[in-house]
């Protein structure tokens, strides 16, 4: 196999936007042609394939091509995020949420779960709203679960390493308390301490499945930002969905960029992006 880019045809192309979506319910576009093309050369070039054709044929028809489907939806999936990404539903949660849940005087943890987490930031901003409400409130306890479709991102999350440059969105003093910084002068990164790091459990989990693994009662779901790559149709299936493991009385939280109006869900409105289960 050569080293030039190979070309995919609009045949190929459509049959991999079919089959992704039935995958995982990614809807792409047909102007994502070349991004598709240009991230999935890496995948022809580890089995030795010279055609998208036979990778399709691979991917599709054979037992064996079973396995390369999540490197496939890894290839693709967009995971664009940052610490503090939306700070306004980190505040909703230190000023309302948290506060109602410690008056409740429940017998458990406050459970959130971040469930299309990407490379570990919003996980690990929760981690941090969370440890400085229990530093405040000792009797506080919480559980983090985190998931997402991607091994790739989620290997990258467990390790909670990032270059330094991402972290301009960390209050200076949670930045002193839960990060870690690197001796590399060249090429200087932070990692999340160990202790706020044993906080979140990772899993992966795709959203579009039947059954979603993953316990029920959470008090907080967090679905931002991924809402956006799914129909209108996969959209509402994926929010029924989140809100079953949603406990009453618990919020839901979703991207600036997405909506949820018109559907028939059991929510109130709290704020534009902020719902509660009833």
């Given amino acids: 196999m050569s080293d030039s880019i190979l ?3 609009e045949r190929d192309f459509e049959r991999l936007r079919g089959f992704i979506y039935q995958a995982c319910g990614i809807n792409l576009s047909k102007q994502k042609k070349v991004l598709v093309e240009s ?8 089995h ?17 091509g079973q ?6 939806i890894d290839s693709v999936a967009t995971n664009k995020t940052d610490f503090f990404r939306e700070p306004g539903h980190f505040e ?22 971040s469930s299309a987490c990407s490379t570990g930031e919003e996980p690990y901003t929760l981690a941090m709203v969370l440890e400085e409400f229990y530093n405040s409130n000792p009797s ?17 999350a467990v390790k909670g390493v990032y270059d330094e440059r991402t ?18 002068q060249e090429n200087p990164t932070i990692r999340i301490a160990p202790g706020l790091r044993s906080k979140v459990a990772f899993k992966r989990i795709n959203l579009t499945d039947s059954v979603l693994e993953v316990e029920p009662d959470f008090d907080a779901v967090f679905c931002r930002n991924v809402l956006i790559y799914f129909d209108r149709q996969t959209q509402e299936q994926v929010v029924r969905k989140l809100l079953s493991k949603l406990r009453l009385g618990g919020y839901l939280f979703i991207g600036h960029s997405e909506s949820i109006y018109h559907m028939q869900l059991p929510v109130k409105q709290l704020r534009p992006t902020v719902f509660q289960r009833v």
């Fill in 7 to 9: 070309k995919i045809s």
């Fill in 39 to 46: 991230r999935l050369q890496k995948r022809l070039v580890a």
């Fill in 48 to 64: 030795a394939m010279s055609s998208f054709s036979t990778y399709c044929d691979y991917v599709m028809n054979s037992m064996e």
């Fill in 67 to 72: 396995a390369e489907i999540v490197h496939l």
């Fill in 92 to 113: 909703f949660l230190e000023r309302e949420a948290l506060p109602s849940f410690s008056r409740l005087r429940m017998p458990r943890p406050f459970k959130v779960w």
């Fill in 140 to 156: 506080f306890e919480y559980r983090i679960v985190a998931s997402d479709i991607s091994t790739k991102v989620l290997e990258k």
């Fill in 167 to 184: 972290i301009t969105g960390i209050p200076m003093s949670l930045r002193k308390r839960y990060l870690l910084r690197s001796k590399n």
